[in-house]
């Protein structure tokens, strides 16, 4: 494998280990012989510590590992270079107790799938399919797939097989024809294994199983992930999965009784008081449109809550119920006129009967809904002027609004505010998503896992979707690495879910300003008085009001009856996060100095107040504390 035996050694990753000689397998030895060159290729040119090494090798390591990495390595010179001189130079090096492999590129499969997807990256858009194309065909599997099971959870094997699904999925963008979709669809297969619960890439798998003329096979891939879906995650499709469905099925596919709804969560688990008290505010009788809004910070299961509704009262709407995800949150929000063109195909209209105005299609919506009994459930919505033309005008039918802001200019009936979940509720959830009860031993544990995810109900099912899948052995070990609250953020994500995402939707709304206030105010011990807020901001109490009105709208920050300002704890961690990147240590400095001279200062009247020492009435705070 050095530039002298080039030409008699090559080695592959992709797909099981594999190393070759004059196109005859090498014999590579025992199992932990072999990783230690899987990793060694993984990272060809480039320095592995022998530490490393023995950490990859051996939860518990033994006392003499280094020696058995030395006889490891020496052995595998010996297979790699059977013919090289005792002393002589190697291919495999050791410097500074690292080990470095060296890899000509175009001996190596997955240095040539990289420079293949840096070729294609700076291709012509003419060229990069077949770039494409011939970098997806060196896999022959998972990376490395004879050793999965100790190698699977280190970055370069993540690494490497997220830089395959973008190939994969850019290469679906280009594929033109039946044979370019078939080619494809093995490697989305893969991937979607990998990833079974990744909705993009199961759409485009479903998407190319349908164009190579595989429409079962399609639709059963679809209702796999959506069972898996609701079954681990208690979430229905995404508006992309649904689009891929839309696709297979046909456009002419609609009911006409719409049935929107997302598949009900399975394993909801708390909140029984509030899901009556919503039921009856959707059927109770009124003299106009029930809308009911759920509004609550991030995470806190506004979608779930609305889903699992709905359903409950699906049998007093007879006639339908639909339902939009808004996208309010994120860089792009629904489009209400074109939200309105899929209500009214999902109601029966043709598309060439569909005004083309927004006003228009809002009257005609209003007006097909006039004299029926229809739930509208509108998720994630961003602000009124959104929401305003989807609402219908009959007292027969009934709306259920989710949003992260409180909506103050919006008229509706009833406000429902969603916080996190109590602590048996939470327990509830964790069991019921882990499918077993919580037994004697789980008890401190799970209080402690459970109080590290601040009772919110998306963290508390990231974490036990960890468990579940095998990231984490039990709830003990899981609730260990979520105490440090630097790591928390970084536990929290599955798949395509994680806390700090939810979170940053929501903090990219804000202004500057805002923004710098909520970074700021959560690097203090909380609460905080809203005049010491002030002071570490550095503006007046009627500045700050305006500052902390989005913050408060958006659920980033409550402020109790005594105007002192609180975080969410998992709110916090992330605004440290963000103060740590955008702001420098001698603005975060200055904030807390500002912050702890007005402690100084009220203490110090306090004390002057309750025992006055003569003298020093006019002397500065910090210099009357010292005195008294």
Not at 169 to 180: P, S
Request: proline share 6%.
């Amino acid at each position: 494998m050095s530039v002298s035996s080039g030409s008699f050694l090559r080695a592959r990753v992709l797909g099981s280990l594999e190393v070759r000689r004059r196109d005859q397998l090498v014999e590579l030895g025992p199992v932990r012989q072999r990783v230690i060159l899987a990793l060694l290729l993984l990272n060809a040119g480039r320095p592995v510590p022998r530490a490393r090494l023995v950490d990859v090798l051996w939860a518990d390591p033994p006392a003499n590992a280094v020696n058995k990495v030395q006889g490891y390595v020496a052995a595998l010179r010996n297979v790699l270079e059977p013919g090289r001189r005792r002393r002589g130079e190697s291919i495999l090096r050791h410097t500074g107790g690292s080990y470095t492999l060296d890899v000509p590129r175009d001996l190596l499969d997955l240095s040539v799938f990289d420079d293949l997807l840096g070729a294609a990256a700076a291709a012509e858009r003419t060229a990069i399919a077949g770039l494409l194309r011939s970098a997806l065909e060196l896999w022959r599997g998972d990376v490395l797939a004879d050793l999965g099971e100790m190698l699977a959870h280190l970055p370069e094997v993540q690494a490497v097989r997220s830089r395959h699904r973008q190939a994969v999925l850019t290469a679906a963008t280009l594929a033109e024809d039946r044979a370019d979709n078939a080619v494809l669809v093995p490697h989305l297969t893969r991937a979607a294994e990998l990833a079974p619960l990744d909705e993009e890439v199961h759409a485009v798998l479903m998407v190319a199983l349908h164009r190579c003329g595989r429409r079962g096979d399609a639709l059963r891939a679809y209702h796999s992930v959506r069972e898996r879906l609701a079954r681990e995650l208690g979430v229905g499709p995404s508006s992309r999965l649904a689009e891929a469905y839309q696709e297979v099925v046909g456009p002419d596919a609609e009911p006409s009784v719409p049935a929107q709804l997302p598949p009900d969560v399975p394993r909801f688990a708390g909140r029984s008081m509030m899901l009556k008290s919503l039921s009856r505010k959707l059927t109770r009788s009124h003299a106009r449109p029930r809308v009911v809004l759920l509004a609550g910070v991030a995470g806190a299961g506004k979608t779930a809550l609305a889903v699992r509704a709905g359903h409950l009262v699906a049998e007093a709407f007879p006639d339908g119920q639909l339902f939009a995800d808004l996208g309010g949150t994120g860089d792009r929000p629904a489009d209400p006129n074109e939200v309105l063109h899929g209500f009214l195909r999902a109601l029966g209209v043709p598309d060439e009967r569909i005004p083309i105005a927004l006003p228009m299609r809002a009257a005609l919506f209003r007006s097909l809904l006039a004299h029926r009994r229809i739930l509208v459930v509108l998720d994630d919505v961003r602000d009124v002027a959104q929401v305003r033309p989807l609402l219908p005008g009959s007292s027969s039918n009934a709306v259920v609004l989710t949003s992260r802001s409180h909506l103050a200019a919006m008229d509706v009936t009833d406000r429902v505010d969603v916080g996190v979940l109590n602590a048996p509720d939470a327990a509830e959830l964790l069991a019921s998503t882990l499918g077993r009860p919580l037994g004697n031993t789980d008890g401190e544990a799970a209080e402690g896992l459970l109080a590290a995810c601040g009772y919110l109900p998306l963290a508390v099912r990231i974490a036990a979707g960890r468990i579940l899948l095998g990231g984490h052995p039990d709830i003990a070990s899981l609730a260990r690495l979520l105490s440090d609250e630097r790591a928390r953020l970084d536990e929290l994500r599955l798949g395509d879910l994680a806390v700090r995402s939810s979170f940053m939707l929501s903090y990219r709304n804000l202004d500057a300003q805002s923004a710098r206030a909520f970074r700021l105010l959560a690097t203090a011990v909380s609460p905080v008085p809203s005049p010491a807020a002030a002071a570490m901001l550095a503006v007046r109490p009627n500045q700050l009001a305006r500052l902390l009105e989005p913050l408060v709208d958006t659920h980033m920050l409550t402020i109790d009856a005594m105007g002192r300002c609180e975080f969410h704890q998992l709110l916090r961690v992330f605004g440290r996060e963000r103060a740590r990147a955008e702001d420098g240590e001698q603005e975060l400095l200055r904030a807390h100095m500002r912050l702890a001279g007005w402690y100084l200062n009220t203490l110090g009247r306090r004390v002057e107040t309750s025992c006055p020492v003569p003298g020093i009435s006019d002397t500065a705070p910090d210099q009357r504390l010292q005195r008294v």
